[in-house]
């Protein structure tokens, strides 16, 4: 059970949310557990660089003839209030798009420690971000993905703690007083070897409307090589049938990601495909939506995969097709 101080803390948060008013737009009806189509999404901003202009996703995506049902955007730590602009949102919203927000705000180094010594900060961008999605049409919000990941030396793994349960729990709270409109989840990263999430979201399950986790590859990764690694659907089918073994929640394949970088941009199409062929499969795992993880390539982005990293895109940053934007296509319609 939390301590007083900590349920006063929530409160007072709470109650200083609620002055900020919904934007309105939109239907307030989405269920996370109806799976009889995949409802497919992009990322993973509202506007996009083009050249020296900036242009919004939405318009891009109409120039594109691409239909999406969900539009997905990263708020790490330091982020922008423009990057969830709430004129942008409404816009969704009346194209019945639901927006998912992925609040990223640990990052890769995620901890115990770090966790419990920026607790007041993370909270602070949380009720932040809330306050801008309050509206009157349904929002997704993912908590930390790749929560499980590998911790900075020397400090505990969130998989070794099962108190990440009650701030995750802690967190739904306030979010859902704040934006009645918000759905909440998190999102562990299909990695290497055992799971093992129950410690830490068995006791939280029930308190999340839905549990997200992602696909990524790249020739960068040191596990490349392994047999079978570009079959990202089947890979997508084995994790979603055991998340939703083990927890009972709706399932989002939160963002699938395949750098084309290294003479990829064949093998990136063809693990799209791979995920169009087992859409059935997916959705019969519990799966109800899957999002691509950027439209364009961005020559700044960093990360795990290193130069990978810059060639997500189902475009390139000079505006060129790649295979996998068919591949894209088909799986959206």
Same mark, same amino acid.
């Given at each position: 059970?939390?301590?007083?101080?900590?349920?006063?803390?929530?409160?007072?948060?709470?109650?200083?949310?609620?002055?900020?008013?919904?934007?309105?737009?939109?239907?307030?009806?989405?269920?996370?557990?109806?799976?009889?189509?995949?409802?497919?999404?992009?990322?993973?901003?509202?506007?996009?660089?083009?050249?020296?202009?900036?242009?919004?996703?939405?318009?891009?995506?109409? +120039?594109?003839?691409?239909?999406?049902?969900?539009?997905?955007?990263?708020?790490?730590?330091?982020?922008?209030?423009?990057?969830?602009?709430?004129?942008?949102?409404?816009?969704?919203?009346?194209?019945?798009?639901?927006?998912?927000?992925?609040?990223?705000?640990?990052?890769?180094?995620?901890?115990?420690? +770090?966790?419990?010594?920026?607790?007041?900060?993370?909270?602070?961008?949380?009720?932040?971000?809330?306050?801008?999605? $309050?509206?009157?049409?349904?929002?997704?919000?993912?908590?930390?993905?790749?929560?499980?990941?590998?911790?900075?030396?020397?400090?505990?793994?969130?998989?070794?703690?099962?108190?990440?349960?009650?701030?995750?729990?802690?967190?739904?709270?306030?979010?859902?007083?704040?934006?009645?409109?918000?759905?909440?989840?998190?999102?562990?990263?299909?990695?290497?070897?055992?799971?093992?999430?129950?410690?830490?979201?068995?006791?939280?399950?029930?308190?999340?409307?839905?549990?997200?986790?992602?696909?990524?590859?790249?020739?960068?990764?040191?596990?490349?090589?392994?047999?079978?690694?570009?079959?990202?659907?089947?890979?997508?089918?084995?994790?979603?049938?055991?998340?939703? $073994?083990?927890?009972?929640?709706?399932?989002?394949?939160?963002?699938?990601?395949?750098?084309?970088?290294?003479?990829?941009?064949?093998?990136?199409?063809?693990?799209?495909?791979?995920?169009?062929?087992?859409?059935?499969?997916?959705?019969?795992?519990?799966?109800?939506?899957?999002?691509?993880?950027?439209?364009?390539?961005?020559?700044?982005? +960093?990360?795990?995969?290193?130069?990978?990293? +810059?060639?997500?895109?189902?475009?390139?940053?000079?505006?060129?097709?790649?295979?996998?934007?068919?591949?894209?296509?088909?799986?959206?319609?």
């Amino acid at each position: 059970m939390p301590s007083p101080g900590k349920r006063i803390a929530s409160l007072l948060l709470i109650a200083t949310a609620l002055l900020a008013g919904p934007v309105s737009g939109g239907s307030s009806e989405l269920s996370l557990e109806d799976n009889s189509r995949l409802r497919i999404g992009i990322g993973d901003r509202v506007s996009l660089r083009r050249g020296k202009r900036w242009v919004a996703t939405l318009a891009e995506l109409d +120039r594109l003839a691409l239909r999406v049902d969900l539009l997905q955007m990263w708020l790490p730590r330091g982020w922008d209030e423009s990057w969830i602009d709430r004129k942008q949102l409404k816009a969704m919203a009346a194209r019945g798009i639901t927006p998912v927000v992925v609040h990223y705000y640990f990052g890769d180094a995620i901890s115990r420690q +770090r966790v419990e010594s920026q607790r007041k900060q993370w909270r602070a961008s949380l009720r932040r971000m809330t306050r801008l999605l $309050r509206m009157d049409a349904p929002v997704l919000v993912i908590l930390e993905p790749e929560f499980n990941s590998a911790p900075p030396e020397g400090e505990t793994a969130i998989t070794s703690w099962p108190g990440f349960a009650e701030e995750l729990r802690e967190a739904a709270e306030m979010i859902r007083a704040q934006a009645p409109n918000v759905r909440v989840g998190t999102c562990p990263g299909d990695f290497p070897g055992t799971p093992n999430l129950e410690p830490v979201l068995g006791p939280v399950a029930d308190d999340l409307d839905f549990l997200a986790f992602q696909e990524m590859r790249a020739v960068s990764d040191p596990d490349a090589q392994r047999s079978g690694y570009l079959s990202v659907g089947q890979a997508a089918v084995d994790y979603a049938g055991y998340l939703k $073994r083990a927890f009972k929640r709706p399932i989002l394949l939160g963002y699938v990601a395949v750098s084309s970088h290294g003479g990829w941009e064949e093998p990136q199409h063809d693990a799209l495909r791979d995920l169009l062929a087992h859409r059935r499969a997916l959705r019969e795992a519990g799966v109800w939506g899957a999002i691509y993880f950027q439209l364009y390539d961005d020559p700044e982005h +960093r990360g795990y995969f290193g130069a990978a990293e +810059r060639q997500f895109g189902l475009i390139s940053s000079d505006g060129r097709s790649k295979p996998a934007l068919e591949a894209f296509r088909a799986l959206s319609r």
